[in-house]
């Protein structure tokens, strides 16, 4: 009987400290536990100021806009307003500078002359006539030729095709 009462007293006492080290492990996460309920409970959703300022703006920029009428300049020739113009090939037209030499048509007749418009100016020319600082030396159905500085530039009928420059070999004048 003294050997029962040894095993149960052995039993009692390491059941004790084994609840005892549980509880002593146990308690410091409880502890964690408990504080993490408690910031959860305090936590308020959508009071962030940084955020309702930055809504706030949205919302006046989006009702401002709203607001806003657009109205076209009433000028009924500026085609501009409502069309993109092209040229002949389909091409967006770009707005040319005034100071820019454009040959606008071909005039065929018994001789042949070019209406050339420079500086928001239109001249009928001729081969012969001088414009912009050239000479013109040849005029046909797609392109005229003006030499102006030693240099021959080939300008095409706008619309048709792109202008390019050309300049002769060796400075020197080409017949025609």
């Known amino acids: 009987m003294s050997r029962d009462r040894t095993v149960w007293v052995i039993l009692l006492i390491m059941s004790t400290l084994s609840l005892g080290i549980m509880a002593s492990k ?16 305090q936590i308020q959703f959508g009071t962030d100021e940084e955020l309702e300022q930055v809504i706030e703006f949205l919302e006046t920029r989006l009702l401002n806009r709203s607001e806003f009428q657009f109205a076209l300049e009433e000028e009924p020739m500026r085609l501009t307003n409502v069309l993109y113009l092209t040229d002949a090939y389909g091409r967006p037209m770009r707005y040319r500078k005034s100071g820019k030499l454009r040959i606008t048509a071909i005039i065929d007749g018994s001789t042949q002359r070019a209406i050339v418009n420079y500086r928001d100016k239109n001249f009928v020319v001729t081969v012969g006539d001088s414009v912009a600082n050239g000479e013109v030396v040849w005029i046909d159905s797609e392109e005229v030729v003006i030499i102006s500085e030693n240099k021959e530039i080939h300008y095409q009928v ?9 300049t002769s070999k060796n400075g020197q004048r080409r017949e025609y």
């Open 158 to 166: 706008s619309g048709l095709s792109v202008e390019e420059d050309v």
């Open 26 to 41: 146990v308690y410091p996460l409880n502890k964690k536990w408990t504080g993490a309920k408690e910031r959860a409970e």
